[in-house]
């Protein structure tokens, strides 16, 4: 338990934040299986779509801080690659 005030404050953020960092990370998590499905379908257009999806989400979580840009542009590129595979 916090003894201050201004402790208690930031314990109220850190617990705020934790939850939308939280929710990002998973809504990132959540697209790129959503990728991968569609990759293990087999469907083009269906992948380069949820593809599409997945690098808008991992744009916005790079921007907001959530995940380091060296890990966006690592599942960026094998996404890239393994859909060039499909084609």
């Given at each position: ?26 809504a990132?998590?959540?697209q ?18 949820a593809?599409?999806?997945f ?33």
């Open positions: 338990m916090a003894n201050t005030k201004s402790a208690a404050k930031r314990a109220r953020q850190t617990l705020r934040r934790t939850a939308i960092n939280k929710r990002n990370l998973t990132v998590k959540n790129l299986k959503n990728v991968r499905d569609a990759l293990k379908g087999g469907s083009k257009d269906g992948a380069k779509a593809a599409a999806t690098y808008s989400t991992i744009d916005k979580a790079v921007k907001a801080g959530r995940l380091h840009r060296n890990a966006a542009a690592r599942h960026k590129s094998r996404l890239s690659s393994a859909l060039a595979k499909l084609a």
